[in-house]
């Protein structure tokens, strides 16, 4: 059973907003608070440096080369990095970020040694300096971390580069650009394990689009919050649902800026889900309103759970599939 | 058109022959204001009937009445508008006439006119009180999380009063308006310390520090209207002592009144009004500054018709205002964002056309 935890990108923006005005116009942007999640175009390929020195040329960053004076062995990460990370050997010698509690996000890594420089959206950049790290990785851009400050990315980027997860548009890409990323930092990307995880992931593929043919039910991927549901047609998890047979429904995104389709209360149910995958749903999911309790779904007690983020693997892929392919094989139609 | 204040602080009738051309301004204005509240609750219901008729979902107003009269609880017509629109617009109403006069109380107990629940650090104190319950006490949803906010917004309130209005320069309204807003600074600084470092606390009252109709149960606005009457009672009660503060604290104090009591009592009704409509649909900007501000400029510096007016003013704005914030966008905008981005232009512009009344 997949253990989700909801995916804070909305506070992560509203952290940021918050060190500069007040509560009251915290939720002021309530549209734009999910929007860290866009991809970029991807062109991976990687390639050495010359003079001794190493390049790295993200796999998914288009024109972006990150040149160390060697190759880097001490590293800070942030959760979702290590969550990635971690199955091809990859160790940092600090961590910092989100969810780095959630289990479904760090899944077996153990954390309970490794440094911690920071929490949600802090950093403690003088520790970060301390460590003299030879990298800093997490989710981000070329000019750092998406939930820092300008100024705050700024004093870390003079600590060390900042390489950005990969942010393919599929997941399939994601999962490759990840393991490129991981090779790159001498991870293991052949090994049993993880050839292993790629037929499983292969074989879960399989599962969801046999479950989802027989039973022809309609997935809304969401996030429901007091204000409206949030909902992500268009997101990789959702493409990837879509090309093994699933028809996603809910709000598309604005054409710009935000991922996230949004949908007031009162056209939730105009949207014939028969699935509902809540983001960070789990067994505590504990979100109430009248009219999300008066969707058929929730009434059926169809409910299962999605991440926008969370460690960007063959295996986690092939466990979250497996979920749904489950929670599909024991739904009906109801919308 | 401002006027003056009548009966309260009018001198005596002292006229043996005849009608004293002074009384007979005051009845003219008395009527007037009366007239002028007839509009003013016709708008109101314009907007208590938008609330109602409109929404995200676009449905004929045939269909709302109908299953106003014939709720059906598996129709989604019927869903949409017995648990979101008719929630809603008795929110509008609560809350709305809440703020509008406790924005009215303040201004005439701090005889500042820029002043709101906001201001006085109201909002703040409800918000921390939320923050609180979710961080430290396992609160999860509205039912729970609202009576903190109120408790909150009624210790903030007693606080303030107590900070501002005690000690040798007690009555000082300045004192009063500069405890409200650096205690409403502490507060909100202990509210980000905690949501900087709890995600998950940021994420389950996001909604409602925005100041949001949306998703508020019927049952949860209800439990807040027995406050809410009591505040507008007390408030109404307070009318004519209130514009005896007005005329500053020697002249109340030789006209018999006694200003301590009346701030007391109006204290009261500020944190029932302000607590309960903060802690129903979250800390809602603006609200209380612009509606005590249009009724000013309306009926002059005569609290009873200023609270009176205000009572409609508030939501009627707050109404139009949760009506344009449905269907702005794809989602919706919360009221909390509309009132203050057309809250402020308006002020800006009566401001700037009209002459601002004194309160």
Redesign the interface.
């Known amino acids: 059973m997949l253990q989700l935890r909801r995916s804070p990108s909305a506070e992560r923006l509203v952290f940021a907003v918050l060190r500069r005005s007040s509560l009251a116009v915290l939720v002021a942007a309530s549209a734009l608070l999910l929007a860290s999640c866009a991809s970029t175009g991807a062109a991976p390929e990687q390639s050495a440096g010359s003079g001794g020195g190493v390049t790295l040329e993200h796999p998914s960053i288009d024109g972006l080369a990150i040149d160390f004076d060697a190759q880097p062995k001490n590293i800070v990460m942030d959760c979702y990095a290590y969550s990635s990370l971690h199955e091809y050997g990859v160790e940092p010698v600090a961590l910092f970020g989100y969810e780095c509690d959630n289990p479904f996000v760090m899944g077996d890594a153990d954390i309970s040694d490794i440094e911690v420089v920071g929490t949600d959206g802090e950093i403690d950049v003088e520790k970060l300096a301390k460590l003299r790290p030879d990298a800093i990785i997490g989710q981000g851009t070329a000019d750092g971390w998406n939930w820092f400050d300008e100024d705050v990315n700024a004093q870390i980027t003079r600590v060390a580069p900042f390489v950005p997860l990969p942010s393919s548009e599929t997941i399939e890409g994601r999962i490759a650009d990840t393991r490129e990323i991981a090779d790159f930092f001498g991870g293991d990307v052949a090994s049993e394990a993880i050839v292993q995880s790629d037929e499983d992931l292969e074989q879960a593929k399989q599962a969801f689009s046999d479950a989802i043919t027989d039973k022809k039910l309609n997935l809304m991927l969401t996030s429901p919050a007091k204000e409206m549901l949030y909902t992500g047609v268009g997101f990789a998890q959702a493409e990837l649902l879509e090309e093994l047979g699933a028809t996603i429904v809910g709000a598309d995104a604005p054409k710009t800026g935000n991922p996230w389709g949004q949908v007031a209360w009162e056209d939730a149910s105009t949207y014939p889900a028969d699935i509902l995958l809540v983001e960070g749903y789990s067994e505590d999911f504990s979100f109430s309103s009248e009219l999300w309790d008066a969707l058929p779904a929730v009434q059926a007690d169809q409910l299962g759970a999605w991440s926008s983020k969370g460690a960007m693997t063959a295996s986690t892929y092939a466990a979250w599939l497996n979920d749904v392919a489950a929670l599909v094989s024991s739904s009906t139609k109801v919308s | 058109m401002p006027s003056q204040p009548t009966a309260s602080v009018s001198a005596p009738n002292t006229s043996l022959s005849g009608a004293d051309p002074r009384a007979s301004a005051a009845s003219n204005s008395s009527r007037r204001r009366w007239i002028g509240l007839i509009p003013l609750a016709l708008l109101c219901l314009a907007a208590l009937a938008s609330s109602m008729l409109v929404?995200?979902?676009s449905l004929p107003p045939a269909d709302v009445v109908h299953v106003l009269l014939h709720p059906d609880p598996a129709d989604?017509i019927s869903?949409?508008v017995w648990?979101?629109?008719v929630?809603r617009t008795v929110l509008v109403l609560v809350a709305g006439a809440a703020l509008g006069v406790a924005g009215a109380l303040m201004q005439a107990v701090t005889r500042n006119p820029m002043t709101d629940p906001?201001i006085l650090g109201v909002?703040?104190g409800a918000?921390l009180a939320v923050v609180v319950g979710l961080a430290f006490f396992g609160m999860?949803?509205?039912s729970q999380y609202m009576w903190w906010s109120f408790a909150g917004a009624m210790i903030t309130s007693v606080l303030v009063f107590m900070i501002g209005n005690t000690g040798s320069a007690r009555g000082n309204p300045v004192r009063m308006t500069l405890s409200g807003v650096a205690l409403g600074a502490v507060l909100?600084g202990f509210?980000?310390a905690v949501?900087?470092?709890?995600?998950?606390v940021?994420?389950k009252m996001?909604?409602?520090?925005?100041?949001?109709t949306?998703?508020q149960?019927l049952d949860a606005t209800l439990a807040i209207v027995p406050f809410i009457v009591a505040g507008l009672i007390l408030a109404m009660l307070s009318s004519r002592s209130l514009d005896l503060l007005s005329l500053g604290e020697a002249s109340a104090v030789a006209m018999g009144a006694h200003p301590n009591r009346i701030r007391i009592v109006a204290l009261v009704a500020i944190a029932l009004l302000a607590g309960g409509a903060t802690a129903a649909a979250g800390?809602i900007?603006f609200l209380g500054l612009l509606a005590p501000h249009i009724a000013r400029m309306i009926v002059g510096p005569h609290q009873g018709w200023i609270l009176a007016y205000s009572v409609l003013i508030a939501p009627t704005v707050m109404g139009f205002a949760d009506v344009l914030g449905?269907v702005i966008?794809?989602?919706?905008?919360?009221v909390?964002?509309v009132t203050?981005f057309i809250g402020a232009p308006v002020l800006i512009y009566m401001v700037r056309r009209f002459r601002v009344s004194e309160v």
């Open positions: 929404g995200s979902r989604a869903q949409t648990l979101s629109r929630p906001g909002n703040a918000s999860t949803d509205i909100s509210s980000s949501l900087l470092s709890n995600s998950e940021l994420q996001r909604g409602w520090s925005a100041g949001t949306a998703s149960p800390p900007g449905r966008t794809a989602g919706e905008v919360p909390g964002v203050a």
